[in-house]
């Protein structure tokens, strides 16, 4: 079993950045494929980024965040620069046995989420 804590939200100002860190705990972090999905009021859950050997983005993120991972420090991050007013979500961390996805299906163990606000 995995534990996952978010953080590193909070307010920025449109076009400025943020970077979001989930450390893991549990079962060996380097086996799973990691996520970030993201959620905004009265809208559903949608794919931001995942990462096991390759990376992968939604089409409304690319060129503007970037997903990373340090095995040692049982940890992910989602770099995010340029950012818009659409962004603002809460921001949650997941991990996958397996399958590199953006189902949010394919997913065992999430996070807490933590807020993420862009400002006009």
């Known amino acids: 079993q995995v534990q996952l804590v978010e953080s590193g939200g909070g307010l920025v100002q449109a076009g400025g950045s943020l970077r979001l860190s989930c450390a893991a705990s549990?079962?060996?972090?380097?086996?799973?494929?990691m996520g970030w999905f993201r959620q905004a009021p009265g809208k559903e859950r949608e794919f931001v980024a995942a990462?096991?050997?390759?990376?992968y983005y939604a089409d409304s993120v690319k060129g503007r965040f970037t997903i990373s991972r340090d095995n040692a420090k049982n940890t992910v991050y989602l770099q995010m620069n340029s950012l818009k007013p659409e962004d603002t979500a809460v921001y949650y961390c997941?991990?996958?046995?397996?399958?590199?996805?953006?189902?949010?299906?394919?997913?065992?163990?999430w996070g807490q989420g933590t807020q993420v606000t862009v400002s006009s």
């Open positions: 997941a991990a996958n046995g397996r399958l590199l996805s953006s189902r949010s299906s394919e997913y065992d163990y």
């Open positions: 549990g079962r060996t972090f380097s086996s799973y494929a």
């Open positions: 990462i096991r050997r390759i990376t």
